[in-house]
């Protein structure tokens, strides 16, 4: 049984482009998870998903994020018009109903 | 607000020494305390900690939890130099819906030398 799985496990923008994360999560699990690591800091919760739907958002930057999790296919993270400040780790993490979260291996954004 | 404190922020000791790691938090409608390691990549699971007083062993690691004081210590005995890593704490709360977040700590990094 696969982990959770990310991609690209690097990314490299310039300032104003878009940055698209994505994550599968694992086998069985419907629940997905979006958490932020800034250098020298803790893991923040970003968003909560369940398949096409946002159950709870309260960790997102209020302009240029979003997230989705469709009927098919991969959750994406998607940044638009990235700043430098928004350079980071970013881990997803999934789990069955209610129970622990496991961690994908991260995508670590660069923003030049 | 909800908060988890670690400490210490890093520690070095040598092989075969052993470490507790602290966790303190303020966090209102307590669910679970967990526990992950990270190394270079993903945060691995470690321990889910839900009632106080009960020891959680995995090997050379062990955690327990006190709910009155509000804290979990992580203990690592006869350390190998492949337990360095950023040990973190996370707690996970009731929001009264149907989310389940972790509230993470800045972690503790384990340097472990020959």
């Known amino acids: 049984n696969a982990g959770v799985m990310q991609n690209p496990r690097h990314l490299v923008r310039r300032r104003g482009q878009e940055a698209r994360l994505r994550c599968s999560p694992m086998?069985?699990?419907?629940?997905v998870y979006w958490y932020r690591q800034l250098p020298e800091e803790g893991l923040k919760f970003m968003v909560y998903l369940q398949k096409e739907n946002i159950i709870d958002e309260s960790g997102m930057p209020k302009e240029r994020f979003s997230a989705e999790f469709p009927k098919e296919g991969p959750s994406i993270l998607r940044i638009q018009q990235v700043v430098r400040g928004d350079s980071a780790a970013y881990f997803c993490?999934?789990?069955?109903?209610?129970?622990?979260?496991?961690f994908g291996p991260g995508t670590r954004l660069l923003v030049l | 607000e909800d908060k988890v404190v670690q400490s210490p922020l890093s520690l070095v000791v040598h092989e075969g020494d052993t470490v507790t790691l602290n966790c303190s938090y303020e966090v209102t409608n307590f669910r679970s305390l967990l526990w992950y390691k990270q190394e270079k990549k993903a945060p691995t699971f470690l321990f889910m900690l839900?009632?106080?007083?009960i020891e959680k062993k995995s090997g050379r690691l062990s955690s327990i939890l006190d709910k009155k004081e509000l804290f979990s210590i992580l203990n690592i005995t006869a350390t190998q130099t492949g337990d360095s890593a950023v040990y973190l704490c996370a707690v996970e709360a009731d929001y009264g819906g149907a989310t389940n977040k972790l509230i993470f700590g800045t972690g503790t990094l384990l340097a472990v030398q020959p």
């Open positions: 086998k069985g699990h419907s629940h």
């Open positions: 993490a999934s789990s069955p109903v209610g129970k622990t979260q496991y």
């Open positions: 839900t009632s106080s007083g």
